[in-house]
């Protein structure tokens, strides 16, 4: 139980600590595709609608991502737009990771390495439902206390699997609402 929570904690911090710098201030979700959980007008007026919303589930996985890493760097979630991507247990979750690495004086810095894809998505659903998987990469990630540098668990591999499952809810967006760490699983 306690690797399993090791994991996922470092998974969470990692997750949360790994895209690119921070940014000055949080950017507005409408700015880009990219940066958008919402279908941009082009990507609802495609052929393939279902194309479309897996575009935006990663847009709002990869927006998860870019706040968290904001987040992790500050160890609080104050200036962020995590509630624009994330809900439920996965920011339930989150927001303790952050509690606790503010308690202990940690930070996060570096960068994680990630390769989502979007698995099964039920647009029929109530609400509409979508799958991810992802591959962690931890090589570039470091953790600090008080600015001192912390060792990564010996027992913590450096790739390893995650699952995410977002849902789209009424207007329009989808949120992350679980993410789940496969320490055990290497990739």
């Known amino acids: 139980m306690y690797r399993k929570r090791l994991a996922g904690a470092a998974v969470l911090v990692v997750l949360l600590a790994g895209c ?3 940014p000055a201030a949080a950017p507005d979700p ?3 595709p990219e940066a958008s959980a919402e279908p ?6 495609s052929a393939d609608p279902q194309a479309a ?3 935006a589930v ?3 996985y990869r927006g998860m991502w870019r706040e968290q890493a904001v987040a992790y ?3 609080s979630p104050e200036g962020t737009r995590l509630e624009t991507y994330v809900s439920g247990e996965a920011l339930a979750m989150l927001r303790l990771d952050l509690r606790q690495m503010k308690e202990a004086g940690r930070r996060a810095n570096g960068r994680v390495g990630h390769e989502p894809e979007v698995g099964r998505v039920d647009l029929e659903a109530s609400p509409p439902t979508a799958q991810l998987k992802d591959c962690i990469d931890l ?3 470091q953790e600090t206390r008080d600015g001192e540098p912390l060792p990564m668990p ?7 699997r995650a699952s995410a499952m977002a849902e789209q809810w009424e207007d329009g967006r989808w949120r992350i609402i679980t993410y789940t760490p496969h320490g055990e699983q290497t990739c």
Do not use: C, M, T, V
């Open 73 to 75: 760097r500050r160890a």
């Open 53 to 55: 919303e897996e575009r």
């Open 30 to 32: 409408k700015a880009s």
């Open 20 to 22: 690119g710098g921070e």
């Open 58 to 60: 990663l847009a709002a």
């Open 154 to 160: 010996s027992e913590q591999p450096l790739r390893y």
């Open 139 to 141: 090589s570039n990630w």
């Open 40 to 45: 941009s007008a082009s990507a609802s007026a």
